[in-house]
């Protein structure tokens, strides 16, 4: 054996130094990844919608990031971290008195969680996208980002740091966030989407939905894939580690994705003659909000399977929910639905082993989340919509909330008429007007 460069006290040290900085670079790198989702949410969402919306839906997503990370820094954090019993953090607000955890971690742990809540705030701006006032909706991001979210990550996952959630103490199992992020989100997204209503046009006389056409899909392909690349982050960060578990966690998670890209195409394929792209798009999402819960204990068979059922549910659960409301992006489908479908999965799928006392903690938090979340969300909307109002009155609605809300267009040089920036066509005004 050659004789060692370092005596083995020295080595030891060493290696524990170097694990240490990779775990900080990872953590780091990984909150910048899971930042850069925001840019995929928005190009989903300004595909999917009309051109008139574009700059609207850029606020949000900003202010979903820039507002959101300040409340997150002053309360979420401590809500969601701090000293609990079991409900909810009770320090740690604006990062200070937090004992039992080495500073700079503390900034890097925060960091990580702060896009994590950016994430669940963002999943409601697609869904009652094109009606919204400005105002209205960011005071709710404000909300959720600082006390929907944080309360319910307390129960799942306080744990991680120096609070303990009354969820994870019954072995709920949540790896990434199907549940915590994503039905959270879409369960708020569904409370939007009933209290403020459906768009102009979108439904006839007859009751029955309309397609109301997004302006690009381009954008929307280019959004999915910034997503897709993002999730990476999104999910093998969470191992928060420099680790050999990221391999699985990704595999998974690609995995999982490609087989609900695959299967939406095949359904909507199926029904109607031909692939649907944004469905297929949908279906992507769908399989990576399906695997985020379960992407570390679920072997890759599992991981696919998961995926495939998202693909379906994506499409099945967003025709049927559209004959009752509107959701542009398809957001309730996507991370409510397939939310609760993964986070299920994580436990009938364990590779731990079939367990029914797993499943029925997994259903649990299923149905705490949506228990805490949408009654929470519908009476913050009511009262927000009491306040200030929550939706554009008729006419700004069908001119476009970029030169209502903004005094700006995302494509100036675009001639007005059409669905554009002009007035739509007489079938898609309302009596009102």
């Not at 299967?263 to 792209?277: E, Q």
């Not at 769908?286 to 819960?293: F, K, Q, R």
Request: net charge negative; charged share 10%.
């Amino acid at each position: 054996m050659p004789f060692p460069l370092f005596p083995a006290s020295a080595q030891a040290v060493d290696a524990a130094t170097v694990q240490l900085n990779l775990d900080f670079v990872w953590i780091v790198v990984a909150a910048i990844l899971v930042l850069f989702m925001q840019a995929g949410f928005t190009l989903v969402e300004t595909g999917l919608t009309r051109s008139k919306n574009a700059v609207n839906i850029i606020m949000k997503n900003v202010m979903d990031c820039a507002a959101g990370a300040l409340v997150f820094f002053a309360v979420g954090f401590g809500l969601m971290f701090g000293t609990s019993s079991g409900w909810f953090g009770t320090d740690g607000f604006f990062l200070s008195g937090i004992e039992g955890q080495d500073q700079m971690w503390t900034y890097a742990f925060w960091l990580f969680q702060a896009v994590f809540a950016a994430t669940a705030a963002t999943i409601v701006s697609g869904a009652v996208a094109e009606r919204t006032k400005f105002t209205g909706y960011l005071l709710f991001s404000i909300v959720i980002t600082g006390l929907i979210y944080p309360v319910f990550g307390a129960w799942a996952w306080g744990g991680l740091f120096n609070g303990s959630g009354w969820l994870e103490g019954l072995g709920f199992i949540d790896f990434a966030g199907s549940t915590v992020v994503h039905s959270v989100g879409g369960w708020a997204a569904l409370a939007g989407v009933l209290v403020i209503g459906p768009r102009a046009g979108k439904y006839g006389p007859d009751g029955k939905p309309r397609h109301l056409a997004g302006h690009s899909l381009p954008l929307a392909a280019l959004g999915v894939f910034i997503l897709w690349m993002g999730w990476f982050g999104f999910n093998a960060g969470s191992t928060t580690a420099g680790s050999s578990e990221i391999a699985l966690i990704a595999m998974n998670t690609f995995l999982s994705a490609s087989a609900g890209a695959v299967v939406a195409m095949a359904v909507t394929w199926l029904r109607s003659g031909k692939p649907d792209a944004g469905m297929t798009l949908n279906g992507v999402l769908g399989g990576l909000v399906g695997i985020t819960a379960g992407c570390a204990n679920l072997t890759p068979g599992f991981a696919i399977l998961t995926g495939a059922i998202a693909g379906a549910l994506v499409v099945y659960a967003s025709l049927g929910l559209e004959r009752f409301v509107d959701d542009p992006v398809g957001a309730i489908a996507v991370h409510g639905v397939c939310g609760a479908w993964g986070t299920l999965a994580a436990g009938l799928f364990d590779a731990g082993g079939f367990s029914l006392a797993t499943v029925g903690v997994q259903a649990l938090g299923v149905v705490a989340a949506f228990l805490w979340v949408f009654p929470l969300a519908y009476g913050l909307f009511t009262l927000i919509d009491r306040i200030v109002g929550l939706r554009v009155e008729a006419h700004p609605e069908v001119l476009g909330l970029d030169l209502h809300e903004h005094a700006a267009q995302a494509y100036p040089e675009f001639v007005a008429g059409g669905d554009g920036y002009g007035v739509p066509d007489d079938e898609f005004i309302p009596a009102e007007v």
